[in-house]
Structure formats: C-alpha cells, structure tokens
C-alpha cells in the first residue's frame, strides 16, 4: 500500500504564506492525478486543488489566484504553495493521489492531514 506523508502545515497570520507538501512512498506504482482538499469540524471534505499527471491544475474558486499546485513526478512529491492566506483557510488540509499498482486496480491514497490556522 502506497502511503503519503504531508509537512509544512502550521500557524500563519493572515497575508502571510505556506506551503504543504505530501511525499508518496511504496513499492511498484506509479500516480495519476494529485491533489488537495480541506475539511473543517462537521463540514464535507472539499476540494482545495488537482493537478494532472502532466501538470495541468484545477482550483476551487475560493483559491483561484492564492494558491500554486505542483508536482515533482520523479520525487513522487506534490505541493501547494498557499499565499495571501485568509482566517476562513484554517482547516485540516489532505493529500490526495490516484494510484496505479502494477498489477493492481487503481485506488485512492490519502495523507493523514496537516493543520492549516491561519489568526486575524
């Protein structure tokens, strides 16, 4: 089972910046598309950003102009840069990729979260 690793959540104060990335690791798989969502207390898990196997990004609207989604395929690795960050970002962020075992059927992999808090 392929296992991702998200760092670089934290506490910021509004304006300021972060960036989360999240590590894929494992044996005998390559990844399609990555990603990025967000859940708060009692709210449903909504998506932050994607970014295709070749590099093409979708924002949420709420993001769009704040945040850069990237990847670096050859480290497994994706990225989201988050800058002019807003009180109503902090949440829990989660990692997201698609995989394709060999010899397997693709499934979703998901991180264990990193806290974003972003103070007035």
């Known amino acids: 089972q392929v296992q991702l690793v998200e760092s670089g959540g934290g506490l910021v104060q509004a304006g300021g910046s972060l960036r989360l990335s999240c590590a894929a690791s494992g044996r005998a798989f390559s990844i399609r598309a990555m990603g990025w969502y967000r859940q708060g207390p009692g709210k449903q898990r909504e998506l932050v950003a994607t970014?295709?196997?070749?590099?093409?990004?979708d924002y949420a609207d709420s993001v769009k102009g704040r945040f850069t989604i990237s990847r670096d395929n050859a480290k497994n690795t994706v990225y989201l840069q988050m800058d002019s960050l807003k009180p109503e970002d902090t949440t829990v962020y989660f990692c997201n990729a698609q995989i394709d075992p060999v010899g397997g059927l693709l499934y979703d992999s998901w991180g264990q979260g990193t806290q974003v808090t972003v103070s007035s």
């Open positions: 970014i295709s196997t070749g590099g093409r990004p």
